[in-house]
């Protein structure tokens, strides 16, 4: 799903691309950034116990550095604005989990927009902003006993 993600074509302005957990100093100096960042896998049996419901839950956390805080949401031709970004991840994500093969439904949900206390200050330096798209896939997975 990663390497689809990182080949739309909407997303080329993406300067660099990181799966798992990240703390703040370990962020590149080249965003914007897209971290993808498992979550969960939940697993339930449904109706019987060959027929197992599971439920991979990830984040897809997009990056942005803003210099200007009147761009920051809607962007321009010069600034790409943190709804784009949202909207450019989901529809990524959106093409390429409707093609993948596997009897699955999914739901892709924006969770937060965040700006540093140093722009939401009226701060005009350098920060950036973030966006959290939950991203919940369900599959179901059948199998004969003993074969899981």
Known sequence: ????????????????WLDGARVAAELPADLPCVIFQPIAIDEEVVYSPESVSSKPVFRVIGILRITDIDKAIAGDANNT????????????????????????????????????????AGNTQVGTLVCVIEVR???????????R
Request: charged content about 20%.
């Open 81 to 120: 604005g943190i709804l784009k970004l949202d909207e450019d991840l989901k529809n990524a994500l959106d093409t390429h989990l409707s093609t993948a093969s596997g009897a699955r439904s999914y739901d892709l949900k924006t969770v937060s927009f965040s700006l540093p206390e140093n722009i939401q």
């Open 137 to 147: 896939i369900t599959e179901n997975l059948l199998f004969t006993l003993g074969q």
């Open 1 to 16: 799903m990663v390497a689809a993600v990182k080949a739309d074509a909407d997303l080329t302005y993406v300067n660099t």
